[in-house]
């Protein structure tokens, strides 16, 4: 019975756990047990640790794909090995550091906190994009987030990880969460408070991709970049809303190739609004010529489409063979794509852009000058030009018709409203101003017409300015 | 979510938790383990949206029932003990069964509290976080001084001299420091290396809780020589409504404060309320650690499911998270009334199961009995963690045996998480597991 | 005061320093921990170091088989009146009585200033708890006396009763012709003095810096003040004083609401502290309206019910200290 153990032989007082009699001094036997589980814990504890210990020692910390952490995997001591797969976030305010890496299995969180992020930098081991990280830590999960904790600084190691060099064309999600070097032509260039929109493209503008940059990711100035110039980019290479990426992780990972921006040669159909701003080059036969104050437009059509090309006064001035800028004419013009009134136009910014290939102009359509009274039948088709008074106007609902006398005779000129809105002078084509017309000869209800096709085919030689555009009369 | 599932899963846990709290020294923690792993191949067995619902049932009907094995199956030997607790005190005297009814009656109240405290946890609990998150570390560094400072010696002051009088005085002091430091050591080494195979890391500091609290509660057990006297199965207790306020307060203030503060047990939070209300009745002392023990389990996997507070505490939140995160306050709002419904069960089935422990001890030996769950444990332990578990299970047994031996504070065991936890979070973690060579 | 109203203060008092807060924020130090354990330091001394190196004179261990309060009596009258008629102070330690590992033996004794005796009662087994196992009193040989020939001083008129864990020591001096009786004479000595934290605060500061040096003396310091408004005072400036002064006598030490408050205050203090020096603090409100909202309120109102909610003393200690203060009145009156 324990009260024989806990009690003094010789003085018969109570004495519990003593194996001596505080009051008398007397030994009290204990069981062998209670001995042997007293002492053998406080050995055996000691030791037990300290193997424990050695053993820990000797063991090496596990690396593992991340794809293999798993929810009962809480709370382990792993390494884990991959590729910075997103611009590091050191917050300043709560002294954190994460790091999403990838090492071809899956994606993991880094995190570091307080004074284990503030070792980091300052050791400079934070990664940079596209690096490749070897690092320690506690896993931690939580639903679906995964997380490494870092405890210690010392333990991330930052490799650099090799670039291959691939064409634009070439770029494929076999390339994803890699470093790759490629070069390409700016096509797009935006510019934000702290981030640049870039998108290059190759030399036959296609294979876009994105250059994002966020410019408080490095204090290094980036080179002065234009659309059009051609430039070498390397990154890591992703994948996010519908285009692929090349992330950078400094400024010197952008080199401008060529001294000059490049220049898109396209066919007009192939002008979109996405080639806004770009230089490109087009080939094509002058359909249309309108004269406005500040310069000229022409309408140039190379079989797959119209466009306007726009040339200011100062640059048209400038235009060795300005004279020869006719209809027909074959023209090649270098200038920027340029949007107004929801029109594609694009703007040489010299004169040296632009550039008559072929002055020859079909004889279908040769223009001949005649009397009014000399126009017959035998004319029917032709171009013709003539000059004469405004007898008569009407407007009606497709256009205004007017009656040319020039003393010999008098004929109908049919301005249909599309030419008539876009006449500058329209509203002094009235009854007694004097106008040249060329036109093709029509026959409507066995009368014969003249029916311009340009708004330069028309020119107001004299307005008759004693009339208003009130007195425009309509049938 | 589906009204029927809800009782199915909620009574599922309840009966669980019944089976698992009779067995002394197993923890609910250990079977919410092996639940998990279990569910993880057989996924329609507990589905996510029910976890919270099985889980939380658990855990309240343990808080409720684990008084019993302790008070009945936990009797001390007075050849190896300097003073007996209350609760023991109790049972020795024939008057266990009351001791769990006014256990589960604090229990109750916890839950009560806990019920009533909501607007606080979601209001007040955030903010006191924000304020005390950032200065975490010296504040466990403080709850740590605190329990090795407030431990009294415990000498008789007979020796002839006085050196042989502090040395009496201070063998169960050093014993409390060695305990500490060699707990804290073994912390460090688990924190920094993972001696169990990966997979079963979510259970990396299983083996070691159970070696230095389970394993020992049952090696003193089997060595006591101890004759359970007849119980009496009382028809009143000696509470009242003042009583009950005074143990219920001073249990509440010391469960939450181990709830809300990470690592802290609600061991050392019932001694932190205790010295702090000050309170020396023994019954005050049996109710609030009652409500202390539910405050603390319950409570802490409550703060899981409150949303403006993003915290996880006590191990079954940690379990749980990796598989289920809460979102809304719909959340909470089962959370706790599945602690309400499952309350009220336990609470119920408290008084038999008290009863019929009380008939098998008085005829079966428990240490017999004891034999059979340390044979359970360690095969538990060793499917779960292997060699390697059933090794360090070992040496923590050894570490917890030392305050059981020497009459120490067995919450010195508690260094294992406080030591590694503060260090890492002033972030000397590091060093110091460099200095030892455990990172190289 | 209890060791955590203590050391929650120390703690407290430590949060004040905005550079102590801001170092524990950004430099995880541990310099607001000084405050805390200079907080508990005094008594942790007293308990766990200088009561184990007092040298006592007589040592009185009575054997709970055969408690023998006679004995008891002659033994403390003996040290008594050697110290007055020598002048020499003469120490008494006596000790608890134990049965078993949950029972122990209560005894009180009393020195009465009017009878000019000691007297020696044995009363009740009793729990670890303190509370007493009926109808265990001896029936015989209950109570001891013995003259003290000498006119009495006691710092406090108050019976000791020894039942669980240690027991206490008497100081018996002579002090003109009075003859002081000194309860636990080791207690609040070096070690509630300011000039020794003051000393110890020096050496934490030349190895810690200056702050950890200051905070350690007002966690010393604060421990002090709050033992001044007990029974118990402290021997404040130690080596220069000699003895402990007299407390206020406003709070009991083991006082549940008294140890409450002081530590809810802390917490209160400590709370506002750390927000107030944080980033960004959150608690928008004034002081003066913070504590009053938190603290003198609830205070207020925790006052006025906790009378409602006052539970009886299941220990009796008082019961049979008050016994003795009867009886020693019905005495007197006898006499009167």
Not at chain 2, 250 to 260: C, E, N, Q, R, T
Not at chain 2, 359 to 367: A, F, G
Request: glycine share 8%; hydrophobic share 45%.
């Amino acid at each position: 019975m324990a009260l024989d153990e806990t009690v003094c032989g010789s003085c018969g007082r109570f004495v519990g756990a003593y194996e001596k009699c505080p009051y008398c001094g007397a030994t009290v036997s204990k069981r062998l047990s209670i001995k042997i589980f007293r002492y053998g814990s406080l050995i055996l504890s000691i030791a037990g640790v300290l193997i424990l210990y050695l053993i820990s020692l000797k063991r090496e910390i596990p690396l593992i794909n991340i794809n293999e952490i798993s929810p009962t995997m809480n709370f382990a001591y792993i390494r884990v090995r991959g590729i910075v797969v997103r611009y590091p976030l050191f917050d300043e305010k709560s002294g954190s550091l994460t790091i999403h890496i990838n090492d071809g299995t899956d994606e993991l969180i880094l995190k570091a906190y307080r004074n284990v992020a503030l070792k980091i930098k300052e050791l400079n081991r934070i990664p940079k994009i596209g690096d490749i990280i070897d690092v320690e830590g506690n896993i931690r999960l939580r639903g679906s987030l995964k997380t490494l904790t870092i405890n210690v600084p010392e333990k991330v190691k930052i490799i650099e990880s090799p670039v291959i060099e691939i064409d634009l064309n070439n770029i494929s999600d076999d390339f994803l969460n890699k470093k790759i070097k490629s070069s390409g032509i700016v096509s797009d260039l935006r510019f934000y408070k702290n981030y640049i929109s870039l998108f290059i493209k190759d030399r036959k503008g296609k294979n876009k991709v994105r250059v994002p940059i966020n410019l408080n990711q490095f204090n290094e100035k980036l080179p002065e970049l234009n659309i059009g110039d051609e430039i070498q980019v390397e990154g890591l290479l992703s994948y996010y809303s519908k285009n692929y990426n090349i992330l950078i992780s400094s400024a010197s990972n952008i080199k401008k190739i060529s001294k000059k921006p490049i220049v898109f040669s396209l066919a007009i159909e192939n002008v979109t609004k996405n080639d806004l701003n770009r230089i490109v080059s087009i080939k094509g036969e002058i359909k249309k010529i309108r004269k406005f104050s500040k310069g000229i437009e022409l309408t140039v059509n190379d079989g797959s489409g119209n466009i306007s090309v726009v040339l200011w006064n100062n640059i048209y001035e400038k235009i060795k063979e300005k004279d020869s800028i006719n209809e027909g004419v074959l023209v090649s013009v270098v200038g920027k794509v340029g949007l107004y009134k929801n029109k594609l136009q694009i703007v040489p910014a010299l004169p040296q852009n632009f550039n008559i290939v072929k002055k020859e102009v079909k004889k279908s359509e040769k223009i001949i000058e005649k009397k009014i009274g000399e126009i017959n039948e035998d004319d029917k088709g032709s171009i013709l030009k003539i000059e004469g008074e405004v007898e008569s106007y009407f407007n009606f609902s497709k256009g205004r018709r007017l009656t040319l006398n020039d003393g010999t005779g008098s004929i109908d000129i049919i301005l249909w409203n599309d030419l008539l809105n876009e006449l500058e002078d329209a509203e002094y084509i009235i009854k007694g101003s004097r106008i040249s017309v060329k036109g093709k000869v029509s026959e409507y209800k066995n009368k014969l017409e003249i029916i311009p096709k340009y708004t330069s085919d028309i020119e107001v030689k004299e307005l008759n300015k004693n009339l208003s555009p009130r007195n425009l009369e309509s049938k | 979510m589906n009204f029927l599932n809800f009782i199915i899963y909620s009574f599922a846990g309840v009966l669980i938790a019944s089976i698992v709290s009779l067995i002394p020294a197993l923890h609910v923690y250990n079977i919410a383990g092996l639940i998990i792993l279990i569910s993880l191949n057989y996924k329609n067995l507990i589905p996510s949206e029910y976890l919270p619902v099985f889980m939380m049932s658990m855990i309240v009907t343990y808080s409720f029932l684990n008084i019993i094995p302790s008070i009945f199956l936990g009797a001390p030997d007075d050849s190896t003990i300097f003073v007996v607790l209350p609760g023991q005190k109790y049972m020795l005297e024939g008057r266990g069964f009351e001791a769990v009814v006014v256990s589960n009656i604090g229990s109750l109240v916890g839950i009560i509290f806990l019920f009533i405290s909501t607007p606080f946890l979601f209001v007040f609990l955030p903010k006191i976080g924000k304020i005390l998150t950032p200065h975490m570390f010296w504040i466990l560094t403080l709850i740590l001084v605190y329990m090795i400072l407030s431990e009294w010696p415990k000498g008789m002051e007979r020796a002839k001299t006085r050196l042989g009088n502090f040395w009496d005085a201070w063998k169960s002091l050093l014993a409390g420091i060695l305990t500490l430091i060699l707990s804290g050591f073994l912390g460090i080494i688990i924190f920094n290396k993972s001696l169990l195979p990966l997979d079963i890391s979510f259970q990396n500091i299983m083996p070691a809780f159970v070696g230095l609290f389970a394993v020992p509660w049952i090696i003193t057990n089997i060595l006591s020589k101890v004759k359970i006297p007849k119980q009496y199965i009382c028809k009143t207790v000696d509470l009242n409504f003042n009583l009950i306020m005074r143990g219920g307060v001073a249990g509440f203030l010391g469960g939450m404060f181990a709830a809300f503060f990470p690592v802290v047990t609600g061991g050392i939070g019932g001694l932190l309320a205790g010295h702090a209300t000050a309170q020396r009745d023994e019954r005050i002392f049996v109710l609030s650690q009652g409500v202390s023990k539910t405050v603390y389990y319950v409570g802490a996997f409550l703060l899981f499911f409150v949303p403006s507070l993003n915290v996880t505490r006590g191990g079954l939140a940690w379990m749980i998270s990796p598989f289920y995160t809460p979102h809304t306050i719909n959340d909470y709002l089962i959370a706790l009334g599945t602690m309400l419904f499952a309350a009220g069960l336990s609470f119920l089935i408290t008084f038999a199961y008290s009863k019929f422990v009380i008939k098998i001890v008085e005829k079966i030996d428990y240490t017999i009995i004891s034999y059979f769950v340390l044979a359970f444990i360690v095969l538990l332990v060793f499917y779960l963690t292997g060699f390697m578990g059933i090794l360090i299970m070992l040496v923590s047994t050894m570490i917890g045996l030392i305050p059981v031996m020497f009459n120490s504070r067995r919450m010195n065991c508690l260094g294992i998480l406080l030591i590694p936890i503060i260090l890492n979070m002033s972030g000397l973690g590091p060093k110091v597991a460099l200095f030892l060579g455990l990172i190289k | 005061m209890k060791g955590i109203a203590h050391f929650a203060t120390g703690i407290a008092v430590g949060t004040f320093f905005k550079e102590a807060v801001l170092k524990a924020l950004n430099d995880q130090s541990f310099v607001l921990v000084l405050g805390g354990i200079f907080g508990l330091l005094p008594d942790t001394l007293d308990f766990k170091f200088g009561k184990y190196f007092e040298k006592v004179d007589y040592v009185i261990d009575p054997d709970p088989n055969k408690p023998k309060p006679q004995e008891i009596a002659k033994i403390l009258a003996k040290a008594a009146n050697e110290a007055y008629k020598t002048g020499k102070p003469k120490k008494v330690q006596l000790h608890t009585m134990k049965i078993s590992a949950f029972r122990w033996r209560r005894y009180g004794v009393f020195f009465n200033p009017k009878e000019k005796n000691v007297v020696v009662e044995i009363g009740p087994e009793v729990s670890t708890s303190q509370v007493p196992y009926y109808g265990t009193e001896p029936k015989r040989n209950k109570v001891g006396k013995a003259k003290i020939k000498a006119k009495l001083s006691q710092e406090v008129l108050k019976p000791s009763i020894i039942d669980i864990m240690t027991g206490p020591s008497f100081k018996f001096e002579r002090k003109g012709d009075l003859l002081e009786i000194k309860f636990l004479p080791w207690h609040r000595q070096w070690s509630h003095s300011f000039t020794v934290g003051a000393i110890l605060a020096l050496v934490v500061g030349l190895i810690f810096g200056k702050l950890a040096g200051i905070i350690s003396f007002l966690g010393w310091a604060f421990h002090i003040i709050e033992d001044l408004f007990g029974f118990m005072g402290g021997n404040l400036l130690f080596p220069i004083t000699k003895d402990r002064t007299k407390g206020a006598h406003l709070i009991k030490a083991s006082s549940s609401l008294g140890n409450f408050f002081v530590v809810y205050a802390s917490v209160l203090i400590i709370l506002f502290n750390l927000d107030r020096f944080s980033n960004s603090p959150i608690i928008k409100t004034p002081w003066y309206l913070y504590f009053l909202f938190y603290f003198i309120i609830p205070a207020i109102l925790i006052f006025l019910i906790a009378p409602l909610f006052k539970i009886e003393d299941i220990t009796e200690r008082d019961k049979m200290a008050e016994k003795f203060l009867e009886e020693m009145d019905e005495v007197s009156e006898e006499f009167l």
